[in-house]
């Protein structure tokens, strides 16, 4: 099998669960470094196993085979490139930072790099996929988030949309994943993913819904292609960070799973 030193670059709630998850053990896998700001303020944490380095994003190249992006999308280059220009795997949970970073694409090809975007808090990237292959008609994205995940997007600041005292579901937004990847980077990365597996981020249709009503944020996904039309739409329970569903830190354990696993089910 395959073993892979893995780095984490970024501590916050999703860095710490996948900690935790790679230290209680992933065959093929271990926890070398994990990437933060002040390295001499790392929290104690009573490991399992060996304890990683704690260093600086800017450090940890050398021991690590796979990283993953962790950290806020502004980062995402900085994090990205030593990493794919050495030859080695990037996850990317940043994906709306892709569209302001594509030459990472040509560096990873260049060098034999990899640019992994798991799932994250979306569902069927395997099907839009698998329908790129052949011809894609339309690919169009509703998100309904609560109210407290949207507080703040630059979007909203921009153009003065106050949604703090709403009381019915307000439409905020309709554009590309593209446009809103600007204007709303801590909220619609699971629009990129879908665009960036479908017709890309262009001709995919979004909207974005404020919901004082739900507590959940729920993405509904309808494609139209010559292989197949189908509907998917996910409810997502938040994590400690109300922008960021659960299932984002598990989707990336998956995606490290199929690294090494004797058995990868899915496209």
């Known amino acids: 099998m395959t073993h892979y030193r893995v780095g984490i670059a970024g501590f916050g709630a999703i860095g710490k669960s996948l900690a935790q998850a790679l230290d209680a053990g992933i ?23 060996d304890a990683p380095r704690f260093t600086t994003i800017d450090d940890m190249v050398d021991d690590c085979d ?25 996850i990317v949970l940043s994906s709306g930072a892709l569209l302001q970073n594509e030459d990472l694409i040509p560096l990873a090809a260049e060098h034999g790099g990899q640019i992994i975007v798991p799932s994250g808090a979306i569902l069927g990237l395997d099907a839009l996929t698998a329908a790129a292959e052949n011809t894609i008609h339309s690919v169009t994205m509703i998100t309904r988030k609560p109210v407290r995940g949207l507080l703040g997007a630059p979007f909203l600041v921009e153009q003065g949309i106050d949604i703090a005292g709403i009381t019915e579901p307000k439409l905020i937004f309709k554009g590309s994943p593209r446009e809103a990847a600007i204007g709303f980077p801590a909220n619609l990365n699971v629009a990129v993913s879908v665009s960036l597996a479908g017709i890309g981020p262009d001709r995919t249709t979004l909207e974005i819904w404020a919901d004082p009503d739900i507590d959940r944020n729920t993405h509904r996904v309808e494609v139209d292609a010559d292989s197949a ?19 984002t830190a598990l989707s990336v354990l998956s995606a490290l799973r199929k690294l090494t696993g004797p058995l990868r089910v899915g496209t």
Request: aromatic share 4%; charged share 20%.
């Open 66 to 90: 796979v990283v993953i992006e962790c950290a806020p999308a502004a980062l995402l280059h900085r994090i990205a490139a030593p990493f794919l220009r050495a030859g080695k795997k990037v």
């Open 229 to 247: 039309s189908f509907t998917m739409e996910i409810r997502n329970i938040p994590s400690e960070n109300p922008k960021t569903g659960r299932i």
């Open 27 to 49: 065959p093929g896998l271990t926890l070398t470094a994990i990437g933060v700001r002040e390295p001499a303020k790392a929290p104690a944490i009573d490991w399992q196993h």
